[in-house]
C-alpha cells in the first residue's frame, strides 16, 4: 500500500511547483484540515500568528484597522516566503484599564483585555501551531502596546519547547518598529513633518490604511476636515495621507519582516534591539 503521508506531500510540492507564489494557499482560516496537513507535510515549516487590537483611531479610521492591516501584511509576508501559512488575527489585545476607563478605553469600541489573558491566549495558539508540525512560529503585532507582551511569550514557547530541539519562536518586534523611525523618515523627506505624520491615527497611520484596505478610511469625511485633535484620540494630521505613501511603510515592513523570518528559520531568533514604543 502506498505512503499516504508521502503521496500528500508529494502532491504539496507539485501543486507549489507549479503555481505561483501568490496561488500558494497561506490563510490556515481558507484552508481544509487536510489541505493545511498537505501543506505541512510538503515544507510550510512557518506559522505566523498575526496581532491587531481593536481600537479607537478617531473619527476618520475604522476600529478594524490594526486587525486587518496585520492580516494583509501577515498574507504578503508569507506568499513572499513560500513555506509559511498564517494563522487567524488575534483581535483582542490589552489596551488598558476598563473601569475606569484609560487611554484608548476612553472611546467607543475599544476592546481590552488582561494583558496575563493576552499572553495566555499567544502562547496556547503557538503550542497549538508546533502540535501539528509547523517548527517556526513567529509573532507580529501592528499596535505598540504589546511588544513586550510578544517577547515574553516567544521566550515561554522557546523554554517549553527547549528538549524539542527542532522547534522555535520568534517575536518579530522589526515588523513593528520598522513603521517608526524608518518609515517616519521616509516622510519627512517628503516634506512631512513629524506632527503631520503623528503617532496615532495621523498622516504615517491613515496612509498604511490606504495601502492595505482603503475601505476603513473615510476618505471623503478625511478631505473635507478639520483635523481631529488629541480629544478626538488622534495624535497627527491625516488629511494629506494617500496610498502611494503608505506603500512606503508597507515595502519595509514586508522586505524587513520577510528577512528576519528567514534568518530565524535558518540559524535561530536574531538578537535585534526594540525601541521602546512610544
Not at 524608518?182 to 495601502?211: N, Q
Not at 488629541?230 to 524587513?256: C, M, P, S
Request: glycine fraction near 10%.
Amino acid at each position: 500500500m502506498p505512503d499516504l503521508k508521502f503521496l500528500a506531500a508529494l502532491a504539496a510540492c507539485m501543486l507549489m511547483a507549479s503555481a505561483t507564489a501568490a496561488d500558494v494557499p497561506v490563510m490556515l482560516e481558507e484552508m481544509t484540515s487536510t489541505e493545511l496537513r498537505a501543506r505541512i507535510d510538503g515544507g510550510a515549516t512557518t506559522a505566523i500568528i498575526p496581532i491587531g487590537g481593536t481600537e479607537q483611531s478617531g473619527p476618520y479610521i475604522a476600529l478594524g484597522k490594526h486587525n486587518v492591516r496585520a492580516t494583509v501584511l501577515a498574507r504578503m509576508i508569507a506568499q513572499k516566503l513560500g513555506n509559511a501559512v498564517v494563522a487567524p488575527v488575534v483581535s483582542y489585545v490589552p489596551e488598558g484599564s476598563i473601569t475606569p476607563p484609560a487611554g484608548h478605553m476612553k472611546f467607543a469600541g475599544t476592546l481590552s483585555i488582561p494583558e496575563s489573558t493576552f499572553e495566555d491566549l499567544l502562547f496556547a495558539a503557538g503550542q497549538s501551531l508546533r502540535q501539528h508540525g509547523f517548527r517556526h512560529v513567529v509573532l507580529i503585532g501592528d499596535h505598540g502596546g504589546y511588544q513586550k507582551s510578544e517577547t515574553r511569550v516567544a521566550q515561554r514557547l522557546n523554554k517549553a519547547w527547549a528538549k524539542d530541539g527542532k522547534a522555535g519562536a520568534l517575536a518579530l518586534l522589526a515588523y513593528y518598529d520598522v513603521t517608526q523611525e524608518p518609515f517616519i523618515a521616509d516622510l519627512e523627506k517628503r516634506g512631512y513633518s513629524k506632527a503631520e505624520i503623528g503617532l496615532h491615527a495621523g498622516l504615517a497611520d491613515a496612509s498604511l490604511m490606504l495601502a492595505t484596505d482603503k475601505s476603513l478610511v473615510r476618505t471623503e469625511a478625511l478631505a473635507r476636515g478639520p483635523s481631529p485633535t488629541v480629544n478626538d484620540g488622534v495624535r497627527g494630521d491625516a488629511r494629506r495621507a494617500t496610498a502611494e505613501l503608505g506603500k512606503l511603510g508597507v515595502q519595509r515592513i514586508v522586505d524587513t519582516s520577510v528577512a528576519a523570518i528567514s534568518e530565524f528559520a535558518a540559524h535561530g531568533a536574531p538578537s535585534t534591539p526594540h525601541k521602546e514604543a512610544k
